[in-house]
């Protein structure tokens, strides 16, 4: 079975400008929540999705956002890119649940200049 | 405040060398999932706990959960240069709008 994916891997964006990022869970999984990652904050909840319904939402400002499709595969949002936003962005699936054993996906590398 | 608190931050120890990452919250832990991650990468699912009392082993890494279930250990059994990475713990603390918490991390170092 493949493995969780995303895209881009890596991303350069100026200040003010916005990102999409794309995440394919793993071949039946229906739960994919993502996650921030910095030096500083370390591993922070943003959202999980679960049949194209946001579950769950972590404390983070409108600027972000996301979507589920059909299909499973998920997207996130962020406008107004601000310094702040560099970070790794990873995303996970799971089969049901966000509480349970989540696979984990290589992450999105997002620095904003 | 952290709500998962890891520690130590960091450890380097000599290649054969045991050694224990911990990881402590202040509320119950309905689940708590050891991970570990290389540099920029993602996370690897190690072992997930559920059962105050509960020990899992995998090859020579051993986690376990206390009987109050706010605490976990992880305990690796003679350190091998491939245990190198960052470990962290996630928890399902049911406290907020957040499925899992994430402790910082501990950077683990293993030289030969």
């Known amino acids: 079975k493949a493995g969780v994916t995303q895209t881009p891997r890596y991303l350069i964006k100026t200040r003010g400008q916005q990102v999409t990022l794309s995440c394919s869970p793993i071949?039946?999984?229906?739960?994919v929540s993502w996650y921030q990652q910095t030096p500083g904050q370390g591993l922070q909840f943003l959202f999980e999705?679960?049949?194209?319904?946001?579950?769950n939402k972590g404390n983070f400002p409108g600027r972000f956002s996301g979507r589920q499709f059909s299909n499973s595969r998920s997207e996130m949002n962020v406008s107004t890119l601000e310094l702040g936003d560099s970070a790794l962005y990873l995303c996970a699936s799971s089969l049901v649940s966000a509480g349970g054993e989540q696979y984990f996906g290589p992450g999105t590398r997002l620095t904003v200049t | 405040s952290q709500e998962l608190e890891q520690s130590p931050q960091s450890l380097i120890v000599q290649e054969g060398k045991n050694l224990t990452i911990n990881c402590t919250s202040s509320?119950?832990?309905?689940?708590l999932y050891w991970y570990k991650q290389k540099y920029g990468e993602g996370l690897i699912f190690l072992m997930m706990l559920q059962k105050g009392g509960e020990e899992k082993s995998h090859e020579k890494i051993t986690a376990k959960l206390d009987e109050k279930k706010q605490q976990s250990s992880l305990h690796i059994t003679a350190s091998q240069p491939s245990h190198a990475g960052i470990y962290l713990c996630g928890a399902d603390t049911r406290g907020g709008s957040e499925k899992l918490v994430f402790g910082k991390g501990t950077k683990l170092t293993v030289n030969p």
């Open positions: 071949s039946g999984h229906r739960s």
């Open positions: 999705y679960f049949s194209e319904t946001q579950r």
């Open positions: 509320k119950t832990l309905y689940g």
